[in-house]
């Protein structure tokens, strides 16, 4: 067991160590703009003409609304995400992104691919299949032993 959590352990350092080694425009402009990780995955929900309500981004990203709120208003008050009203409901505020936003979206998502070819390309073709089949099981793996100890919260992946 204790090369499981050793193995853990060295895998959150080099988790640690892509995070840090990010340079790219798009990182940066996420930095200056003060967005999270959760922005962008707000940003991907909506991509890249996908309309939803507030609902239901708070029940995809599995947040409280009130923190949907909070992140809707950043991402609004940086011009990547229009509210519009519901055409029948007037309770319901639908969000989608602004042109600025799917420009932001498409930049960014293109330099994490980039980021991800760097990352793979000191593998051979043959390592680097069996580098994304043992990843792949092991967040199958992460994702059925979270529905397992939460078996009423709906899978965000």
Do not use: W
């Not at 960014?108 to 299949?129: C, P, R, T």
């Not at 099981?137 to 100890?149: N, P, T, Y």
Request: hydrophobic fraction near 45%.
């Amino acid at each position: 067991m204790n090369d499981l959590y050793a193995n853990a352990k060295r895998m959150v350092s080099l988790f640690e160590q892509m995070r840090h080694a990010r340079s790219s425009p798009a990182f940066a402009l996420l930095k200056q703009l003060n967005l999270s990780f959760s922005h962008m995955a707000a940003l991907r929900l909506l991509a890249p003409d996908n309309v939803l309500t507030m609902k239901e981004i708070a029940e995809r990203l599995q947040i409280t609304p009130p923190s949907v709120t909070v992140l809707v208003r950043r991402l609004e008050q940086t011009r990547l995400v229009r509210r519009m009203p519901h055409q029948s409901d007037s309770r319901v505020t639908l969000l989608s992104l602004t042109d600025q936003g799917r420009q932001f979206h498409e930049q960014f998502a293109s330099e994490h691919v980039e980021n991800m070819v760097h990352l793979l390309k000191g593998l051979s073709a043959d390592e680097q299949a069996q580098f994304l089949d043992l990843l792949e099981r092991a967040v199958k793996g992460m994702i059925a032993a979270d529905l397992e100890a939460n078996p009423d919260q709906p899978n965000a992946c």
